[in-house]
């Protein structure tokens, strides 16, 4: 069972950058997908963002485009979410999730790490 654990949320001011960090523990196959995902308090959880864990290829929620860059550390089996440029609506709750191909619903969750950007 693939267990993962975010860090690196925080409290910034609009314009700045955080980098979340997502370990990943447990077996690992080639087609999983990793993502992140968002909730704002009131709001439904919504996609930021997925890679592949082998293909490296990337699915970005327009609203982060351009903006939020995944990248994955295969040796290291770390997930890394770079955001800049934020903005006061980024703010939420960001969790790591994976999927056993893109057939499936992301199925494994962390626990959370909280972003809050002012203004």
């Known amino acids: 069972q693939v267990q993962l654990v975010e860090s690196g949320g925080g409290s910034v001011q609009a314009g700045g950058s955080l980098r979340l960090s997502c370990a990943v523990s447990g077996r690992i196959f080639s087609s999983y997908w990793m993502g992140w995902f968002r909730q704002a308090p009131g709001k439904e959880r919504e996609y930021v963002v997925g890679i592949g864990w082998v293909s490296g290829r990337t699915y970005y929620a327009d609203s982060v485009k351009g903006r939020f860059t995944i990248s994955r550390d295969n040796a290291n089996n770390t997930v890394y979410l770079q955001m800049n440029n934020l903005k006061p609506e980024d703010t939420a709750i960001y969790y790591c999730?994976?999927?056993?191909?893109?057939?499936?619903?992301?199925?494994?969750w962390g626990q959370g790490t909280q972003v809050t950007v002012s203004s």
């Open positions: 999730a994976v999927r056993e191909s893109r057939l499936y619903d992301y199925n494994v």
